[in-house]
């Protein structure tokens, strides 16, 4: 990946927070907006979501909000682990319905960055996940959106079969890509693999 497009703060990465370990267990900065913006995410996240998932299998996505109320995100994990998935719905790029995914745990403490300009999703890997997110701006249900989880065209392994799978009605009858008309501009940035940025 170029320097550049890992400055850029337009796709989606891996950041690891880091963790200061002694014998009681371990203590990090969870976030912090100065090393955040040296990496070029400048934007300013103004609400703090959780999620509470019973069961391992439960699926939330494919989410994103349209403009103006568009939202970069950035993915926690407080209990359990996760398979969290973002998804390139820029018009124009060349990497367009391609995805990145990693799993995300409280063990690890890793975190995802999503801009916008991607669908966001993840599927619960155990039971009772907790998982934060902050965003960029508010909740807006005039502008919420998404996609089908199993798009064909998308093709996201998921670690579980349809059957096993635990989503919403709402979720389960979000459009296909190919209905999609995307209000997000490509940034010059094609999606690739996840860079992962070590936060000192």
């Known amino acids: 990946m170029h320097h550049d ?4 703060g337009d796709l989606p990465r891996i950041i690891v927070p880091k ?32 999620s509470s998932s019973k ?3 439960t699926l939330r996505g494919l989410h994103f909000q349209r403009p103006p109320a568009a939202q970069a995100k950035l993915i926690s994990v407080l209990c359990g682990r996760i398979f969290d998935v973002a998804v390139d719905i820029r018009s124009g790029s060349p990497t367009f319905g391609k995805h990145v995914a990693t799993e995300l745990s409280a063990q690890s403490g890793h975190q995802l960055y999503i801009p916008i300009g991607f669908a966001h999703g993840f599927v619960t890997l155990e039971d009772d996940a907790l998982v934060l997110y902050k965003v960029s701006n508010y909740y807006a249900p005039a502008h919420d959106s998404g996609l ?40 010059g940035h094609p999606l690739a693999p996840l860079a992962v940025v070590e936060l000192g």
Do not use: M
């Not at 370990?21 to 995410?41: C, N, Q």
């Not at 934007?43 to 703090?48: A, H, I, L, W, Y």
């Not at 349809?162 to 890509?177: A, C, F, N, Y």
């Open 55 to 57: 069961r391992a299998g």
């Open 5 to 8: 497009s890992l400055a850029s």
């Open 148 to 187: 089908r989880w199993d798009d064909p065209d998308i093709a996201i392994p998921w670690p579980f079969e349809g059957v096993d799978i635990i989503i919403s009605e709402k979720d389960r009858r979000l459009p296909l890509l190919r209905e999609l008309v995307s209000p997000f501009a490509y940034s």
């Open 19 to 50: 963790r200061h370990v002694d014998d009681r267990g371990w203590f990090s900065e969870a976030y912090k907006d100065e090393p955040l913006s040296d990496i070029g995410i400048t934007c300013r996240f103004v609400q703090d979501n959780q």
